[in-house]
């Protein structure tokens, strides 16, 4: 699975940034969103299940900010972030599962900066 992600970058707290990820080569069953914070583990921020009546899932620190949704036709994943934060600031990467066999895939990281 190649995945290629995009939309990253440098905000001011109370902005928005749109995240995108494209993912090639495979059915999936689900994508998402992670994000890795200097000096912290990697952490979920948002999933959705692929295919019709597709559920999403939060963490707490994004719930109401944040929205994940999907372009089935074109494979491909968004996170759009509203009233960001400074503590948003992280390396946000996408992750995929295939339909079968149930593999994850990681994309490079798209780096999120949000200043005060």
């Known amino acids: 699975v190649q995945l290629q992600a995009s939309g990253g970058g440098l905000v001011q707290a109370g902005g928005s940034l749109r995240l995108s990820c494209a993912a090639s080569g495979r059915s999936l069953s689900s994508m998402g969103w992670y994000r890795q914070a200097p000096g912290k583990q990697r952490e979920l921020v948002a999933t959705?299940?692929?295919?019709?009546?597709?559920?999403?899932t939060y963490a707490d620190s994004v719930k109401g900010r944040f929205t994940i949704s999907t372009e089935n036709s074109k494979n491909t994943v968004y996170l759009q972030m509203n009233t960001l934060k400074p503590e948003d600031t992280a390396v946000y990467y996408c992750?995929?599962?295939?339909?079968?066999?149930?593999?994850?895939?990681w994309g490079q990281g798209t780096q999120v900066t949000v200043s005060s």
């Open positions: 959705i299940g692929i295919g019709s009546g597709g559920s999403a």
């Open positions: 992750k995929v599962r295939t339909l079968f066999l149930n593999r994850d895939y």
